[in-house]
């Protein structure tokens, strides 16, 4: 399973950017690189997911360096409910479940 | 999205008694659940993952005859806890995903287990 290196936690205001950084420099050429979060008290929540080129859906953006060695999630205008512990998963996902979740990056959003 | 729910969300139990948590999936059909527990301020640790209609596969360290798991159909599954004691209290989370490459875990809601 390849190593993930995130930071422990984050601050952002309100309705600010937002750039969740993950380093996974032993992923493998098959991996997906999933971002899940977790509110308190709740199951995650799948937030994105790419293989090589950048991603956009609805919750955020994910960006992917070329070399895949890491990878950064982006939220373009933060809210309070986006204060969460977020995770960057590599892993090959779906029907496989080697998703393995490591301590995450816990977002604060100040008002 | 698709919707993963637990019954129970919370349950209180003596030691020594079995307790069975449910996970269904509502508006899809799940090939694969997964269970994970995760105590507090830990991340999620996952315990076994059921294919339907065959047996579990179990992580290191996760006792197969303690945390029985049963997945009978494509909606859902059971993780039943046998024997609890304290040390077994937990949050315990199930998820659900479609077959094929780098499909969507659902996470169900997550049921709060705690034992006397």
């Known amino acids: 399973d390849a190593k993930t290196t995130q930071p422990n936690s984050m601050e952002s205001n309100e309705e600010e950017p937002v750039h969740l950084p993950c380093n996974h420099s032993?992923?493998?050429?098959?991996?997906?690189i999933h971002w899940y979060r977790q509110l308190p008290s709740q199951g995650p929540e799948y937030v994105i997911h790419g293989l090589t080129s950048n991603v956009n859906n609805r919750m955020a953006s994910l960006a992917i360096a070329e070399d895949r060695k890491s990878s950064t999630l982006i939220l373009h205008r933060a809210t309070l409910r986006d204060a969460a512990v977020y995770y960057c998963i590599p892993g090959y996902g779906g029907s496989q479940g080697n998703l393995i979740f490591g301590k995450g990056t816990k977002l604060s959003v100040k008002p | 999205g698709a919707v993963v729910s637990q019954h129970p969300s919370w349950v209180i139990c003596k030691s020594g008694t079995s307790v069975k948590i449910e996970c269904r999936s509502l508006d899809f059909q799940a090939t694969t659940m997964f269970w994970y527990r995760q105590f507090p301020k830990q991340s999620l640790m996952l315990m076994a993952t059921?294919?339907?209609?065959?047996?579990?596969?179990?992580e290191q360290g996760v006792e197969k005859d303690k945390f029985l798991i049963n997945h009978a159909s494509l909606t859902l599954s059971t993780l039943t806890v046998t024997s609890a004691h304290p040390e077994d209290s937990s949050f315990y989370i199930c998820?659900?995903?479609?077959?094929?490459?780098?499909?969507?875990?659902?996470f169900g809601p997550g049921t709060r287990l705690l034992v006397l």
């Open positions: 032993t992923i493998s050429g098959t991996d997906y």
């Open positions: 059921s294919n339907e209609g065959s047996k579990a596969t179990y």
């Open positions: 998820s659900a995903s479609r077959a094929g490459v780098a499909q969507t875990q659902y």
